[in-house]
């Protein structure tokens, strides 16, 4: 089990994230996908902060793991959580956000953010390269992971499935897909336009290992993490690993949860503030249920 004090480290790195995430999108005068960036914020604190074997200050160690953003349309949040670790400076992503040669822009890219391992954006491509890299691992014997997020409305595209089909025939144990499971397409509730029904079991029928989690629960997520097993290039029953993690598009904030009009917008001021007490009063409850004390927020 995660350590309690582990634990309110992480959900207090969560709550942060989220008011981060709510300034820039209040700031910013173009939309940001603010739904599906709420969806994987304990997801991502969970990976950077406890989970992934990454440092900011040796970004090009050979051993550490690799991390590929496949909702590249995700990329604020991922530029958060990677700020909070010290990656990157938060006073220059508020700045430059989106502006012409930012190195912030809507979807990563590699050559302007050392740090991030592929320029990602268009849905599908990143489970792909992720299976590349697991691939090559495996062949120079190097032990460390691969890890790829996906978000679940991007799984309909068949390149996922190929990938998948691929990364299980050839066992690599040493890939781990975590699937941002909030049910929600850009513009639909999953199910009106597209049904991924029996989900789970998509991956199971293509050899990988499913372990399902609730994606806001960190204490839960670092558990699984913390249960990965040793990479073994030479264990003959090796399968990928894909964590399905259900999730809230929205998560955090009452008027944004499973609203489809979220998937993208700004914030105006009030809507700013009553979010930012919305996340200050989660976080004081979940501390409180936990037996700890809320700490300072910004």
């Known amino acids: 089990m995660a350590d309690p004090a582990e634990i309110r480290r992480l959900d207090e790195l969560s709550a942060e994230m989220r008011r981060l995430l709510l300034r820039l999108c209040g700031h910013y005068s173009g939309a940001i996908h ?9 997801l991502l604190i969970s990976l950077y902060h406890h989970g992934m074997n990454v440092d900011p200050d040796d970004f090009a160690n050979p051993e550490r793991d690799r991390f590929i953003l496949s909702k590249g349309h995700g990329a604020v949040g991922m530029y958060i959580a990677m700020a909070l670790r010290g990656y990157f400076d938060m006073d220059e992503i ?6 012409l040669d930012s190195a912030y822009g809507m979807h990563p890219c590699k050559i302007q953010l050392p740090g991030v391992e592929s320029s990602t954006g268009s849905l599908g491509h990143g489970l792909p390269i992720a299976v590349g890299l697991a691939f090559a691992a495996r062949q120079r014997r190097e032990s460390h992971r691969v890890f790829c997020l996906l978000g679940d409305g991007e799984t309909c595209e068949g390149s996922v499935w190929e990938s998948a089909n691929t990364a299980g025939s050839y066992g690599l ?19 009106v336009a597209m049904n991924l029904e029996p989900y789970p079991d998509k991956w199971r029928a293509f050899r990988w290992r499913v372990v399902e989690v609730d994606g806001h629960d960190v204490g839960a997520i670092c ?19 894909a964590i399905v993690a259900h999730t809230v598009k929205g998560k955090g904030i009452s008027f944004m949860e499973r609203n489809v009009g979220w998937h993208a917008g ?6 700013m503030h009553e979010a ?23």
Do not use: C, F, W
């Open 34 to 42: 603010i739904g599906g960036d709420m969806s994987m914020v304990e």
């Open 223 to 241: 558990d699984v993490l913390d249960a990965l097993p040793p990479v073994d290039h030479d264990d003959p029953n090796a399968q990928p690993i």
């Open 94 to 99: 508020m700045a430059t956000y989106g502006q």
């Open 266 to 271: 700004s914030l105006t001021d009030e809507q």
């Open 276 to 298: 930012l007490a919305e996340v200050d009063a989660r976080l004081a409850e979940r501390l409180a249920a936990t037996g700890g004390g809320i700490g300072g927020g910004s």
């Open 173 to 191: 144990g040493n890939l781990v897909a975590v699937i941002d499971r909030n049910k929600q397409m850009m513009s639909s509730l999953e199910g």
